[in-house]
């Protein structure tokens, strides 16, 4: 069975501090895709970043950077310079790569950007 | 490109009472998703459709339902609601599901059970 683990509940820091949100996972597949979601009062899941299980390549997109470590078995996500508006629930998600399409979701960790 | 429409938006239903929720994928998905989130439960499973088929069912009871129309559309429904049932359903598309493929979530139908 999969399961995402999502050991920091909330977080607290100073606009413009880095921070890093920590993602790990378990599954028995050798193909697998994981996902960081974002989510704001709103309620809408905003798509992040797609990462396959052959691509350990890290990516840093703007502010934003994930780590990808398979022999940890885990997807890191950093925010630097943090801003409020990065204020939300993020979701680290795992998929199977199995004729359908099912989504595991961590629990979340919610950020907050203290001004 | 218009993302992933859930009507409606916020509701508010007696316990027994059903409800229809629907969803407009992502012009040219075929993959549709649902997924019930709880403060207790978080973010689970509901089930997949994919050209007017489920393909996967999580672990739900069967008073949880939906179908898929021949334009992708969606639809679930909750039958005989109960106080547990207050929760947000979100509605995700993807192309075709089960590659990887890129997973567009919607802004959730809040339901409230009263």
């Known amino acids: 069975a999969q399961k995402v683990t999502q050991a920091q509940t909330e977080i607290s820091v100073v606009e413009k501090e880095d921070v890093t949100l920590d993602c790990v996972y378990e599954?028995?597949?050798?193909?697998?895709?994981l996902f960081w979601y974002k989510q704001p009062p709103s309620g809408e899941l905003v798509f992040l970043i797609r990462?396959?299980?052959?691509?350990?390549q890290n990516e840093i997109s703007g502010r934003y950077s994930w780590n990808f470590q398979k022999s940890t078995s885990s997807f890191n996500f950093t925010i630097t310079a943090s801003q409020v508006v990065d204020s939300a629930v993020y979701f680290c998600?795992?998929?199977?790569?199995?004729?359908?399409?099912?989504?595991?979701f961590g629990t979340g960790t919610r950020l907050t950007i203290i001004p | 490109k218009a993302g992933v429409t859930q009507t409606p938006r916020y509701l508010i239903k007696t316990r027994g009472q059903q409800v229809t929720l629907s969803c407009s994928p992502i012009?040219?998905?075929?993959?549709v998703s649902w997924y019930q989130q709880t403060p207790g439960q978080g973010l689970q499973f509901l089930f997949e459709?994919?050209?007017?088929?489920?393909?996967n069912k999580g672990n739900f009871p069967g008073r949880f339902s939906g179908r898929q129309f021949s334009n992708s559309r969606s639809e679930m429904n909750v039958s005989t609601l109960e106080l547990g049932d207050s929760a947000l359903y979100l509605c995700?598309?993807?192309?075709?599901?089960?590659?990887?493929?890129?997973?567009?979530f919607g802004e959730g139908s809040w339901l409230t059970v009263v």
């Open positions: 012009s040219g998905h075929r993959s």
């Open positions: 990462r396959n299980s052959f691509d350990e």
């Open positions: 599954t028995r597949d050798t193909t697998y895709y």
């Open positions: 998600a795992l998929s199977e790569v199995s004729g359908n399409e099912k989504l595991t």
């Open positions: 459709y994919f050209s007017e088929t489920q393909r």
């Open positions: 995700a598309s993807s192309l075709v599901g089960g590659s990887g493929n890129t997973i567009y």
